[in-house]
């Protein structure tokens, strides 16, 4: 068996186990960070996120409960997940992370239709602004922590590089980007130029597993991060958010109904 099949049964016990423990379904498991982005290093640690529901009765208290399970870093292994309920609230509010999840190339457990049916409401619930906005402001704190002197912790690139290709892709076809690396550079950036040149030098480098730690600076990179994030500080306040929220609200609450009788019946 090779070794990221191996990895996959353990993803698959450890979501196992939570089950059993937490009493709870388990209806999706993906991968959410540098492995579904497309760079991740040989140590990289495997991010999986999954959404859960659990029994009817649950839900029928008058106390507020945790909606979220998470489980400490052990091994490469980073495993967290939330509640339907609160998955489907996020997702009315156009959540870029869930959205991410639920388009991820990597998927370890889909059990229930509801994930489908989500993705097939995602066109009509997604924002623009607020999806611009969280990746333009994660690409400005990566930016100014990271990249800003002489010398910078070059593997940063990519964590300011993927969201701004976001915003591009946001800007452009006015629906959630992809999460492959990849795919957001061939959108954005010229082929043959310096700057894709140099991006893809790095995106080798971080492949092959050389540990990219501080360098100098790389002049190109700078300038493109620093003029995309002018532009899109000025484009984003000018986005829409999406209309009919009673209506995506109640297709929501039959979505989620239908959900626990699809898992508990």
């Known amino acids: 068996m090779s070794t990221l099949s191996t990895i996959h049964q353990r993803i698959k016990q450890e979501l196992w186990q939570i089950e059993r423990q937490e009493n709870v379904h388990i209806i999706y498991a993906c991968e959410s960070g540098s492995r579904a982005w497309g760079f991740p290093s040989q140590d990289s640690d495997y991010d999986v996120r999954f959404i859960y529901v659990r029994p009817v009765d649950w839900y029928l208290s008058i106390r507020d409960r945790r909606d979220v399970i998470e489980r400490p870093i052990s091994d490469q292994l980073d495993i967290n997940g939330w509640d339907l309920r609160k998955a489907l609230q996020l ?103 310096e700057l894709r040149r140099n991006i893809e030098r790095l995106l080798e480098r971080k492949r092959s597993g050389e540990e990219l730690d501080v360098e100098c600076r790389i002049p190109s990179i700078n300038a493109y991060l620093e003029e995309r994030i002018e532009h899109y500080t000025r484009t984003a306040v000018h986005l829409r958010s999406p209309a009919g929220q009673q209506r995506q609200d109640q297709e929501l609450d039959k979505m989620f109904r239908s959900a626990l009788q699809e898992v508990w019946a």
């Open 91 to 193: 997702f009315r509010k156009s959540n870029p992370p869930l959205l991410e999840w639920l388009q991820s190339p990597i998927v370890y457990e889909e059990s229930s239709s509801v994930t489908e049916r989500i993705r097939s409401l995602s066109s009509h619930t997604f924002s623009p602004k607020s999806c611009m906005y969280h990746y333009l402001h994660m690409a400005k704190g990566n930016y100014r922590e990271y990249l800003q002197g002489s010398q910078v912790k070059i593997k940063k690139y990519f964590y300011v590089l993927r969201p701004l290709l976001a915003c591009g892709w946001i800007e452009k076809h006015n629906a959630m980007p992809p999460m492959e690396f990849d795919a957001l550079v061939r959108e954005s950036v010229p082929e043959g130029s």
